[in-house]
């Protein structure tokens, strides 16, 4: 089993929509949790980290942490064109230890 | 306002040659980290360095080497590139190991 796993997708919403995007992690001890925006050919850019159960909100990004479900979620509200782009989920197992998901392919339509 | 900073971007190698990725970072972080991105696989970080005068492995070091030359740099090394190393190479900082991590934009290194 992977530490971290999410969807591959792609996922596609329309645009105004909210897209849902979903990771699993497997180490029960983990206490840091990130959601990292990737362009396609370019770096990941973090846009939000959670650290304690419950909802996290930043404009239109909300994270959702269920420790004892392991498993975290990115929503993001009002879909827009420019929101299209890989989601990677990732997950700190121990100091300086980051495992990330193989990502998830959001696509955005007009 | 640079960030991390990594060169070179782009790199083509012959099986066998020797390589140095270098990775700059002008936020002051303590921690610096190697990944590496393959399709499909996500990002696995090669190895650490959680402060100046420390290194660490991470999932996936055999056939690199690193060096934490100061606070500021911390550079990757490729002995003998075989083509299974072909890859795009990210280089990130952080403040702190339970902390999020910044990355630069990549070196694109294929291996022939």
């Known amino acids: 089993q992977k530490e971290v796993e999410q969807n591959s997708g792609p996922l596609s919403v329309p645009e105004g929509a909210i897209a849902s995007l979903n990771c699993t992690y497997s180490?029960?001890?983990?206490?840091?949790f990130f959601w990292y925006r990737q362009y396609s050919g370019k770096s990941p850019e973090l846009i939000m980290s959670?650290?304690?159960?419950g909802d996290k909100e930043d404009g239109r990004f909300t994270a959702q942490l269920n420790k004892a479900s392991q498993y975290v979620s990115l929503l993001i509200r009002d879909s827009q064109p420019s929101d299209s782009a890989t989601y990677l989920c990732a997950v700190i197992i121990r100091n300086n230890d980051m495992r990330f998901g193989a990502g998830t392919r959001l696509t955005v339509k007009p | 306002n640079a960030g991390v900073t990594q060169t070179p971007k782009f790199q083509v190698l012959k099986t066998g040659q020797s390589m140095t990725l270098q990775c700059a970072q002008d936020m002051n972080h303590n921690s610096m980290y190697w990944y590496r991105q393959d399709p499909g696989m996500g990002l696995r970080l090669i190895y650490y360095s959680a402060s100046e005068g420390t290194t660490d492995k991470g999932e996936v070091p055999n056939g690199y080497n690193v060096s934490r030359l100061n606070k500021r740099e911390f550079s990757l090394r490729l002995e003998s590139a075989a083509p299974s190393q072909t890859s795009v190479y990210f280089c990130a900082s952080g403040d702190r190991g339970n902390q999020p991590q910044h990355f630069g934009d990549g070196t694109r290194l294929s291996i022939l």
């Open positions: 180490d029960r001890v983990s206490q840091s």
């Open positions: 959670i650290y304690s159960n």
